[in-house]
């Protein structure tokens, strides 16, 4: 089994901290292959930043030439997962997602801690959006920037631990999920010092990722994430328009919108 696991952003510092989380997850004779965006911003923290990268997933994804089996999308509640899906019918599995359902099967309510507060928002829609926000007690900023976690290992687990224990005193949450990908590797550190559960979404999404490829499921193409109609779209893949790969493989070009440049 091949997993492509998707960084959002174009941080390669922080494309090695998801590969590292995945690779722990994985079990054995499991593949995971991390990918890095072609183009997009080095961290993802607003929506103008998630749309690029919503873009920039899905044209990196149809730019990897080799067979695989899923997709974890490494990027805790941002745009673009729908999309891709309707692009491939390999499963495609979003972190933000597959941590609050994990969380719900091992406490009745769990809360989110995340970066900075405005994405706290993106993520209640997200959450709302999948209908898994029922059980959420709270989603918790630290006040660090992506980058900052990123740059700050230590400042950053001192700030998720302070504000994971207001969502377990506070908002009596039973679990905690980590909101970003590049928080991968606190998990033990956290629930050593709360004594409650703690999820890392990039784990999460690629054990649920083995579930359902190990039940030969795909990606339902019956009408929601159906293939887009045939069209012309200019300018697309925009990674090779703009020069920064290689022109596809007959498999690449396979996966084009309407199999059309």
Same mark, same amino acid.
């Given at each position: 089994?091949k997993?492509?696991?998707?960084n959002?952003n174009?941080s390669?510092?922080?494309?090695?901290?998801?590969?590292?989380?995945?690779?722990?997850?994985a079990?054995?004779g499991?593949e995971?292959?991390?990918?890095?965006?072609?183009f997009? #911003?080095? %961290?993802v923290?607003c929506?103008? *930043?998630?749309y690029i990268? +919503? =873009?920039a /997933?899905?044209d990196?994804?149809l730019a990897?030439?080799?067979p695989?089996?899923?997709?974890?999308?490494?990027?805790?509640g941002?745009h673009g997962r729908?999309?891709?899906?309707e692009?491939?019918?390999?499963?495609?599995i979003?972190?933000?997602?597959?941590?609050?359902?994990?969380?719900?099967?091992?406490?009745?309510?769990?809360s989110?801690?995340t970066?900075l507060?405005?994405?706290v928002p993106?993520i209640?829609?997200?959450?709302?959006?999948?209908?898994?926000?029922d059980?959420?007690?709270?989603?918790?900023a630290?006040?660090?920037s992506?980058l900052?976690?990123d740059?700050d290992? #230590?400042? %950053?687990?001192?700030?998720i631990? *302070?504000?994971a224990?207001? +969502? =377990?005193e /506070?908002?009596h949450a039973e679990?905690?999920?980590?909101?970003?990908a590049?928080m991968?590797?606190l998990?033990?550190a956290?629930t050593?010092?709360?004594g409650?559960p703690?999820i890392?979404?990039?784990a999460?999404a690629?054990r649920?990722a083995?579930?359902?490829?190990?039940?030969?499921?795909?990606?339902s193409?019956v009408s929601?994430y159906a293939?887009?109609?045939?069209?012309?779209?200019i300018?697309w893949?925009?990674?090779?328009a703009l020069g920064l790969?290689?022109r596809p493989t007959?498999?690449q070009s396979?996966?084009?919108v309407?199999g059309?440049r």
């Open positions: 089994m997993i492509l696991v998707v959002v174009t390669q510092s922080m494309s090695d901290v998801i590969d590292e989380a995945a690779k722990r997850a079990s054995p499991t995971i292959v991390t990918l890095t965006p072609f997009g #911003a080095e %961290a923290d929506n103008f *930043e998630s990268s +919503a =873009v /997933v899905m990196r994804v990897y030439d080799e695989f089996d899923a997709v974890v999308m490494a990027g805790f941002e729908d999309g891709l899906q692009l491939i019918e390999q499963p495609v979003e972190i933000c997602e597959a941590s609050a359902h994990m969380a719900m099967m091992i406490g009745r309510s769990y989110v801690v970066t507060q405005r994405s993106p209640e829609d997200r959450l709302r959006l999948s209908g898994l926000s059980r959420c007690a709270s989603v918790r630290n006040g660090m992506t900052e976690v740059e290992p #230590a400042g %950053a687990m001192r700030s631990v *302070e504000e224990r207001k +969502a =377990v /506070v908002d679990v905690i999920c980590l909101g970003c590049g991968a590797g998990e033990d956290i050593s010092e709360l409650v703690v890392d979404g990039v999460a690629v649920f083995e579930a359902v490829v190990g039940l030969g499921l795909k990606t193409k929601t293939r887009p109609d045939a069209k012309r779209i300018g893949p925009l990674s090779e790969r290689p007959a498999i396979g996966l084009r309407g059309r």
